[in-house]
T-cell receptor, first 110, second 114 residues
Framework: QKEVEQNSGPLSVPEGAIASLNCTYS??????FFWYRQYSGKSPELIMS????GDQEDGRFTAQLNKASQYVSLLIRDSQPSDSATYLC??????????FGPGTRLSVLP | GAGVSQSPSNKVTEKGKDVELRCDPI?????LYWYRQSLGQGLEFLIY????????KSGLPSDRFSAERTGGSVSTLTIQRTQQEDSAVYLC????????????FGSGTRLTVV
C-alpha cells in the first residue's frame, strides 16, 4: 500500500513568519514530488515540484527532498494571509498514478 | 479551452440512479486521472489512463464505478446505482507523460446523492 502522510493541522503561523509543512511517503520507488495548494471550495493548484535530493526554490516557496528519509517538505517564507489554504503533498512513480496525502491546513494570522 | 473542463459542475441525483461525469483534458495530455474528494478530506485516487495502456483501476471503490476514455481524449466516469456515500467532488486531472508529470485539475463535479 503506497501511502503519503501529512499532519492535518491546522498549522497557525503569524504573518511574516516561515511556515513549514512536512510530508512522508512509503514507496521508495517514488521519483517525483509535488506540493499543491487548495483553497476552500477550489481545485488543487500545483505550486512546487521537486525530483532530486536537496532544495528547490521558487519565490517565497522552497521544497526540500530527502529520499533516504523518504521526506519532503515545503517552506513558505514571509507568510501572508493569502497563503491560508490546505497544502497537499503528492508523490508519483514515473508513469503511474499520483498518490496524495490528506493535506495540511495552514492558517496565517494577520 | 486551455484548461481541463468538467461537466456538469453540479449534479443532484436520487439514490439508486446512474450518473455520468465528463472530463475534457488539455489537448495533447496523454495522462488522465480521476479523483474524488469528500468534504474536508484529501484526494482519493480512482482511476488513471495513460495513452493506450490499460488503465489503472486500482482506486475504484466498487464495481458500481467505471470509466472510459474514448480516442485518448474525453473521459466519462459512470457511477451506477448511486448511494449517499458517493456524494463528493469528483476531480479530473490531465498531464503530459514525462519525467515530471504536472497534472492540471478541472474545477470538479459536485455530486450530491439524495
Amino acid at each position: 500500500q503506497k501511502e503519503v502522510e501529512q499532519n492535518s493541522g491546522p498549522l497557525s503561523v503569524p504573518e511574516g513568519a516561515i511556515a513549514s509543512l512536512n510530508c512522508t511517503y512509503s514507496d521508495r520507488g517514488s521519483q517525483s514530488f509535488f506540493w499543491y495548494r487548495q483553497y476552500s471550495g477550489k481545485s488543487p493548484e500545483l505550486i512546487m515540484s521537486i525530483y532530486s535530493n536537496g532544495d528547490q526554490e521558487d519565490g517565497r516557496f522552497t521544497a526540500q527532498l530527502n529520499k533516504a528519509s523518504q521526506y519532503v517538505s515545503l517552506l513558505i517564507r514571509d507568510s501572508q494571509p493569502s497563503d491560508s489554504a490546505t497544502y497537499l503533498c503528492a508523490v508519483n512513480n514515473y508513469g503511474q498514478n499520483f498518490v496524495f496525502g490528506p493535506g495540511t491546513r495552514l492558517s496565517v494570522l494577520p | 479551452g486551455a484548461g481541463v473542463s468538467q461537466s456538469p459542475s453540479n449534479k443532484v441525483t436520487e439514490k439508486g440512479k446512474d450518473v455520468e461525469l465528463r472530463c475534457d483534458p488539455i489537448s495533447g495530455h496523454t495522462a488522465l486521472y480521476w479523483y474524488r474528494q469528500s468534504l474536508g478530506q484529501g484526494l482519493e485516487f480512482l482511476i488513471y489512463f495513460q495513452g493506450n495502456s490499460a488503465p489503472d483501476k486500482s482506486g475504484l471503490p466498487s464495481d458500481r464505478f467505471s470509466a472510459e476514455r474514448t480516442g485518448g481524449s474525453v473521459s466519462t466516469l459512470t457511477i451506477q446505482r448511486t448511494q449517499q456515500e458517493d456524494s463528493a467532488v469528483y476531480l479530473c486531472a490531465s498531464s503530459y507523460r514525462d519525467r515530471g508529470p504536472r497534472n492540471t485539475f478541472g474545477s470538479g463535479t459536485r455530486l450530491t446523492v439524495v
